[in-house]
């Protein structure tokens, strides 16, 4: 128990300390990262079958007991994450193989991409609100890096505007954690969530949780937060936009799906209506600035947003139906997104460029691509027999039930906006007529050799193998989303695993 | 730009910074002190030296990569964590030994001391990867 | 005590803010650092100050005196400095690197990758 809620974090750790002291060689580092994200993937996955049989499971670091130490704790939401974060882990750094470039790799792209996993899984296992800052900041110091990595203009722009926004956000957690901190004296999430069930000052419990949701407002891109998103992502090179957009906005729906089913539930009445009211206005916004853009990685950012924006709707609706729509989304959505981002580095490799009028005829030139695009594509607009509808359909089909009309039609007509967008990248990119090749400022792009090939294809493939899967055998799936789903609404057995482990 | 009294001034004084900077490392177990503000004071040697002689100078004067001191400084810290995994505990868990030294006497060292090198090592590589590159940049 | 302190993480908070909006670079990250340290004093003072008497149990004794000071908020506080030291050190790398690779002058020319 104790060693397999700490691997998560050391296996990265580990890794990207021997990918540093291997500084000097790209091919050791090449092996080090891969074999670090399978072995990460396999001990997610470990920890997730045994979450699924034994229920919630927890560790107390140094052997001092809740609520004084430091906990880990792995409820299945927990591991559903951190399973998630691993494939996208593994899938990436594959992904990499074939398209970082050489200088990067010597500037230390594979150990930062490994500390970043360390931060994201860190955050998914721990069970102490500071220790969650901690981890974040891990993340956010690793995620600096990877996007300025290179040096590119365009890059550090968006690395300024990512760095300011994003310190400004641990600037408010972290006031947060401090008033919290002198009211309950404790930051034990369980211990907290035993004290909220006896809140003595509901007010100033709602006053604190809007501290927290703007700080994680900002990590996760609720409207009007989230501009620091679309004028970051489409800077740094493709694997680390997909990473970005596959995982860290999720780190903030998912700190927000913890403190809001945990520690602020005494005024669900203002505080949850809040966030559902901003999770339409976020859905709307986001799919009409992705309307707005002709550039692929522009659109896919926007649409990030957009797709945050059901993520958290689950949240507001606050039923356990709801929210298993959206842990489900969570993981439609970041096996979708980050493969999408894949394929716009494809069709960069082949076509010179991001800008869909100059894409054009993808569908001649890659069919395989194509097939990889439709998939995940008609997937995020929830056609079905995607995993997309099913997401959708739950979440849709559970606002009608408790009867929120407005928000049920927000989600019907932003869907339809991101059919259209996606149908834009269709017919721009993929069906559109091929540019022709005497443009001036056009790049050459060369044809990559047959390893590359594989590094490319290979994860996305696999991912779209995988959304396909969730798609047509829904049931497994929604089986996971709805048990993690009950532990969130019903907290008791977490709060007990937590106060009561004893090694 | 180089001046006689700085670098004799730092000729002097590094020796003695350094010995401050293990002495308040070691210090911290007990007492005020500590692997972070002992890695601190230590990179502060070294960034004196660059003052005083120059980047090319101080990274002469180090042998190695600072960015392999901090990997190294991890894996100690690390290190010291998994001990209490590999002994049935939770990570983390402090252990402890005594190295006999004759005399009835022993030396009573345990994994926070471990913890706390490691921080120090992480602090003098973290610290001087950044000041140094941003002296290279001037 | 209390107050006083309260006071000034109110001045520290409202000066980072300020300078924060300023268009100037430097003035952006003097800001951070007024903000992070205002979040350091306002641990520190909401989870209440006691004086002089330490968490350490007296030799004989069996338990703390009764009102001690809370060491917690110090270790949070202690790994907050420490993790906004690293996060600011970078800033500055990353700030300076930018004005010195773009032809921007300051904060308000940074647009181009705006949508």
Same mark, same amino acid.
């Given at each position: 128990?104790?060693?397999?809620?700490?691997?998560?974090?050391?296996?990265?750790?580990?890794?990207?300390?021997?990918?540093?002291?291997?500084?000097?060689?790209?091919?050791?580092?090449?092996?080090?990262?891969?074999?670090?994200?399978?072995?990460?993937?396999?001990?997610?996955?470990?920890?997730?079958?045994?979450?699924?049989?034994?229920?919630?499971?927890?560790?107390?670091?140094?052997?001092?007991?809740?609520?004084?130490?430091?906990?880990?704790?792995?409820?299945?939401?927990?591991?559903?994450?951190?399973?998630?974060?691993?494939?996208?882990?593994?899938?990436?750094?594959?992904?990499?193989?074939?398209?970082?470039?050489?200088?990067?790799?010597?500037?230390?792209?594979?150990?930062?991409?490994?500390?970043?996993?360390?931060?994201?899984?860190?955050?998914?296992?721990?069970?102490?609100?500071?220790?969650?800052?901690?981890?974040?900041?891990?993340?956010?110091?690793?995620?600096?890096?990877?996007?300025?990595?290179?040096?590119?203009?365009?890059?550090?722009?968006?690395?300024?505007?990512?760095?300011?926004?994003?310190?400004?956000?641990?600037?408010?957690?972290?006031?947060?954690?401090?008033?919290?901190?002198?009211?309950?004296?404790?930051?034990?999430?369980?211990?907290?969530?035993?004290?909220?069930?006896?809140?003595?000052?509901?007010?100033?419990?709602?006053?604190?949780?809007?501290?927290?949701?703007?700080?994680?407002?900002?990590?996760?891109?609720?409207?009007?937060?989230?501009?620091?998103?679309?004028?970051?992502?489409?800077?740094?090179?493709?694997?680390?936009?997909?990473?970005?957009?596959?995982?860290?906005?999720?780190?903030?729906?998912?700190?927000?799906?913890?403190?809001?089913?945990?520690?602020?539930?005494?005024?669900?009445?203002?505080?949850?209506?809040?966030?559902?009211?901003?999770?339409?206005?976020?859905?709307?916004?986001?799919?009409?600035?992705?309307?707005?853009?002709?550039?692929?990685?522009?659109?896919?950012?926007?649409?990030?947003?957009?797709?945050?924006?059901?993520?958290?709707?689950?949240?507001?609706?606050?039923?356990?139906?709801?929210?298993?729509?959206?842990?489900?989304?969570?993981?439609?959505?970041?096996?979708?997104?980050?493969?999408?981002?894949?394929?716009?580095?494809?069709?960069?490799?082949?076509?010179?460029?991001?800008?869909?009028?100059?894409?054009?005829?993808?569908?001649?030139?890659?069919?395989?691509?194509?097939?990889?695009?439709?998939?995940?594509?008609?997937?995020?607009?929830?056609?079905?027999?995607?995993?997309?509808?099913?997401?959708?359909?739950?979440?849709?089909?559970?606002?009608?039930?408790?009867?929120?009309?407005?928000?049920?039609?927000?989600?019907?007509?932003?869907?339809?906006?991101?059919?259209?967008?996606?149908?834009?990248?269709?017919?721009?990119?993929?069906?559109?007529?091929?540019?022709?090749?005497?443009?001036?400022?056009?790049?050459?792009?060369?044809?990559?050799?047959?390893?590359?090939?594989?590094?490319?294809?290979?994860?996305?493939?696999?991912?779209?193998?995988?959304?396909?899967?969730?798609?047509?055998?829904?049931?497994?799936?929604?089986?996971?989303?709805?048990?993690?789903?009950?532990?969130?609404?019903?907290?008791?057995?977490?709060?007990?695993?937590?106060?009561?482990?004893?090694? | 730009?180089?001046?006689?009294?700085?670098?004799?001034?730092?000729?002097?004084?590094?020796?003695?910074?350094? /010995? *401050?900077? $293990?002495?308040?490392?070691?210090?911290?177990?007990? !007492?005020? &002190?500590?692997? @972070?503000?002992? %890695?601190?004071?230590?990179?502060?040697?070294?960034?004196?030296?660059?003052?005083?002689?120059?980047?090319?100078?101080?990274?002469?004067?180090?042998?190695?990569?600072?960015?392999?001191?901090?990997?190294?400084? /991890? *894996?100690? $810290?690390?290190?010291?964590?998994?001990?209490?995994? !590999?002994? &049935?505990?939770? @990570?983390?868990? %402090?252990?402890?030994?005594?190295?006999?030294?004759?005399?009835?006497?022993?030396?009573?060292?345990?994994?926070?001391?471990?913890?706390?090198?490691?921080?120090?090592?992480?602090?003098?590589?973290?610290?001087?990867?950044?000041?140094?590159?941003?002296?290279?940049?001037? | 005590?209390?107050?006083?302190?309260?006071?000034?993480?109110?001045?520290?908070?409202?000066?980072?803010?300020?300078?924060?909006?300023?268009?100037?670079?430097?003035?952006?990250?003097?800001?951070?650092?007024?903000?992070?340290?205002?979040?350091?004093?306002?641990?520190?003072?909401?989870?209440?100050?006691?004086?002089?008497?330490?968490?350490?149990?007296?030799?004989?004794?069996?338990?703390?005196?009764?009102?001690?000071?809370?060491?917690?908020?110090?270790?949070?506080?202690?790994?907050?400095?420490?993790?906004?030291?690293?996060?600011?050190?970078?800033?500055?790398?990353?700030?300076?690197?930018?004005?010195?690779?773009?032809?921007?002058?300051?904060?308000?020319?940074?647009?181009?990758?705006?949508?």
């Amino acid at each position: 128990m104790n060693t397999l809620l700490v691997l998560p974090i050391l296996i990265p750790l580990a890794t990207a300390v021997a990918c540093l002291l291997a500084w000097r060689s790209r091919t050791i580092q090449r092996i080090i990262g891969v074999s670090g994200a399978v072995g990460l993937l396999t001990t997610a996955l470990i920890l997730l079958t045994t979450v699924w049989r034994e229920g919630v499971i927890a560790s107390q670091l140094g052997n001092w007991p809740a609520p004084f130490g430091i906990t880990l704790a792995a409820d299945l939401l927990s591991a559903i994450m951190t399973v998630l974060g691993s494939l996208m882990g593994f899938s990436v750094i594959i992904y990499s193989l074939g398209s970082i470039d050489r200088r990067r790799e010597a500037y230390g792209y594979y150990p930062f991409f490994h500390l970043l996993l360390m931060g994201v899984n860190g955050v998914f296992l721990t069970g102490d609100l500071f220790n969650l800052y901690v981890w974040f900041e891990v993340m956010l110091m690793s995620s600096f890096v990877l996007l300025a990595l290179g040096g590119e203009k365009p890059q550090l722009e968006g690395a300024i505007k990512y760095v300011t926004l994003n310190l400004i956000s641990s600037a408010f957690f972290l006031t947060a954690l401090g008033i919290l901190y002198g009211m309950a004296g404790t930051l034990n999430m369980a211990d907290l969530a035993v004290l909220a069930k006896e809140a003595k000052y509901p007010g100033v419990a709602t006053t604190l949780s809007m501290l927290f949701l703007v700080a994680f407002g900002i990590k996760s891109a609720l409207f009007p937060l989230f501009f620091w998103l679309p004028a970051s992502y489409h800077t740094p090179p493709v694997p680390v936009s997909a990473i970005f957009a596959g995982l860290l906005t999720k780190v903030g729906v998912y700190t927000l799906l913890r403190v809001f089913t945990l520690l602020f539930i005494q005024n669900p009445g203002y505080t949850h209506t809040l966030i559902l009211a901003l999770a339409g206005l976020t859905m709307v916004t986001g799919v009409l600035g992705a309307m707005s853009h002709n550039e692929f990685r522009r659109i896919l950012s926007f649409h990030i947003i957009s797709q945050v924006g059901y993520m958290v709707m689950g949240l507001g609706l606050f039923t356990p139906l709801a929210v298993a729509g959206s842990i489900f989304y969570i993981i439609h959505h970041i096996i979708v997104k980050t493969n999408l981002f894949l394929v716009s580095g494809v069709a960069h490799r082949l076509q010179g460029s991001f800008e869909l009028d100059k894409l054009g005829g993808l569908s001649h030139k890659a069919p395989a691509l194509t097939v990889v695009f439709v998939i995940s594509a008609f997937s995020l607009a929830g056609i079905p027999p995607l995993s997309g509808f099913w997401a959708k359909y739950v979440l849709v089909l559970n606002s009608l039930q408790i009867e929120s009309y407005l928000i049920a039609a927000t989600a019907l007509l932003v869907s339809l906006l991101t059919l259209f967008s996606m149908a834009k990248i269709w017919a721009g990119a993929f069906w559109g007529e091929a540019p022709s090749d005497n443009e001036p400022g056009r790049i050459e792009p060369s044809p990559p050799d047959l390893l590359t090939k594989v590094a490319l294809y290979a994860p996305m493939f696999l991912l779209a193998g995988l959304t396909l899967t969730i798609g047509l055998m829904t049931e497994p799936f929604m089986a996971l989303a709805v048990r993690a789903a009950d532990q969130l609404m019903n907290p008791a057995p977490y709060i007990q695993a937590v106060l009561e482990s004893r090694p | 730009m180089k001046s006689v009294i700085l670098t004799t001034a730092t000729r002097y004084l590094m020796p003695m910074l350094l /010995l *401050l900077s $293990a002495f308040l490392l070691f210090r911290g177990h007990n !007492l005020p &002190g500590g692997g @972070f503000i002992g %890695g601190l004071v230590a990179a502060g040697t070294f960034i004196l030296h660059n003052f005083a002689f120059g980047v090319e100078e101080t990274r002469r004067l180090l042998r190695i990569n600072p960015l392999v001191i901090t990997a190294v400084g /991890l *894996l100690t $810290a690390m290190g010291s964590g998994v001990v209490g995994l !590999l002994a &049935g505990n939770p @990570f983390m868990t %402090g252990h402890w030994i005594t190295i006999p030294l004759g005399k009835g006497q022993g030396l009573h060292i345990g994994t926070p001391v471990t913890f706390d090198i490691g921080v120090y090592l992480v602090v003098i590589g973290a610290t001087l990867t950044i000041i140094l590159s941003l002296a290279e940049g001037e | 005590m209390n107050t006083l302190i309260a006071v000034l993480v109110g001045v520290l908070f409202g000066a980072g803010i300020y300078l924060m909006l300023s268009r100037t670079p430097v003035r952006l990250i003097i800001g951070l650092v007024f903000l992070s340290n205002a979040i350091n004093l306002l641990i520190f003072d909401a989870a209440g100050l006691t004086r002089g008497i330490p968490p350490i149990i007296a030799s004989g004794a069996e338990k703390l005196a009764r009102s001690h000071a809370d060491p917690l908020p110090q270790a949070l506080i202690l790994t907050a400095i420490v993790i906004s030291f690293g996060v600011l050190a970078f800033a500055l790398v990353l700030f300076n690197r930018t004005f010195k690779t773009l032809p921007a002058r300051d904060l308000s020319d940074l647009k181009a990758t705006d949508t």
